[in-house]
């Protein structure tokens, strides 16, 4: 996992025209109201919104973990929409990885059994080769035999991080993985979900309400009432002025 692979030009999430409602009549929410975007291949793209805007639920669509009211979503270039329970799911584990606030590790486990878990639960078996590679990509391949308690809350979520990645998967879905970190520690995973997407073009969707997350991204797309209110793209910035603008930009919409 040391070599930099150049992202092929299709786009590996796409929504068109997708809308969701929760509830039915006088009791309806609309979280999506005809989204459109789609996102390309080794890229990082960060998603914004004020509480209520509908971002988690399109990251939860864009997974195929939510069916759309209306509209069609193309992931890995498979129209989920299409697809029944069975083959959604057995999409979501060739194709996606995720990780999310809480590390959900188990505890009694080690970081290498931690990482080759849900691929055991899926019926797929891991080699050690790809194990330690995985830990290896995220600097803990000297972790490996370590239990959860053992590592710092960083090192946890980057464990987190090996195991949606052994797999290889087109697209990484996390959501507020640095919610529940320090300042320092959320800085230092941040960096290896950079890097991920910088050496081994790996796509990557981000779900977070931290503009300081948000700035080591590619695009920072803004939802409003479950539509896209803005979307910018950044360049590098050592100066960290990426992250005062986007506090600018949603500020704006919480206005």
């Given at each position: 996992?040391?070599?930099?692979r150049?992202a092929?030009a299709q786009?590996?999430?796409e929504l068109y025209?997708v809308?969701?409602?929760y509830?039915?009549?006088?009791?309806?929410?609309?979280?999506?109201d005809g989204?459109s975007i789609?996102?390309?291949?080794?890229?990082f793209?960060?998603?914004?919104?004020p509480?209520g805007?509908?971002?988690s639920?399109?990251l939860?669509c864009?997974a195929?973990?939510?069916?759309?009211?209306?509209?069609r979503?193309?992931l890995?270039?498979?129209?989920i929409?299409?697809?029944n329970e069975?083959?959604r799911?057995?999409l979501?584990?060739?194709?996606?990885?995720f990780?999310?606030?809480?590390?959900?590790l188990?505890?009694?486990l080690?970081?290498?059994?931690n990482?080759?878990?849900p691929?055991r639960f899926?019926?797929?078996?891991?080699?050690?080769?790809e194990v330690?590679a995985?830990l290896?990509?995220v600097g803990?391949?000297?972790?490996a035999?370590h239990?959860p308690?053992e590592?710092s809350?960083g090192?946890?979520?980057r464990v987190?991080?090996?195991?949606?990645?052994?797999?290889?998967p087109d697209v990484?879905?996390?959501?507020?993985?640095?919610?529940?970190?320090?300042t320092?520690?959320?800085?230092?995973?941040?960096?290896?979900?950079?890097m991920l997407?910088?050496r081994?073009g790996?796509?990557?969707?981000?779900?977070?309400?931290?503009?300081v997350?948000?700035a080591v991204?590619d695009v920072?797309v803004?939802l409003?009432?479950?539509?896209?209110a803005?979307?910018?793209?950044?360049?590098?910035?050592?100066?960290g002025r990426n992250a005062?603008?986007?506090?600018?930009?949603?500020?704006?919409?919480e206005?």
């Amino acid at each position: 996992m040391t070599t930099t692979r150049q992202a092929p030009a299709q786009d590996a999430v796409e929504l068109y025209i997708v809308r969701k409602v929760y509830g039915a009549a006088n009791r309806s929410v609309t979280a999506l109201d005809g989204v459109s975007i789609s996102f390309p291949r080794g890229t990082f793209t960060a998603i914004m919104g004020p509480s209520g805007s509908g971002k988690s639920t399109l990251l939860q669509c864009a997974a195929g973990l939510d069916r759309p009211t209306e509209g069609r979503i193309t992931l890995a270039g498979v129209d989920i929409g299409q697809q029944n329970e069975r083959q959604r799911t057995e999409l979501r584990r060739d194709h996606i990885g995720f990780v999310f606030q809480a590390f959900n590790l188990v505890e009694s486990l080690t970081a290498a059994q931690n990482v080759e878990l849900p691929s055991r639960f899926a019926g797929r078996r891991v080699s050690r080769k790809e194990v330690t590679a995985a830990l290896d990509a995220v600097g803990l391949g000297d972790r490996a035999g370590h239990r959860p308690s053992e590592l710092s809350g960083g090192q946890q979520q980057r464990v987190a991080l090996a195991r949606a990645l052994v797999t290889r998967p087109d697209v990484l879905f996390a959501d507020e993985p640095t919610g529940a970190l320090d300042t320092s520690t959320s800085r230092d995973v941040l960096q290896m979900m950079r890097m991920l997407v910088d050496r081994e073009g790996q796509t990557t969707l981000m779900v977070t309400h931290d503009p300081v997350a948000a700035a080591v991204a590619d695009v920072v797309v803004f939802l409003k009432d479950g539509r896209i209110a803005d979307r910018i793209s950044l360049t590098r910035d050592p100066e960290g002025r990426n992250a005062a603008s986007i506090a600018t930009h949603m500020a704006r919409l919480e206005a």
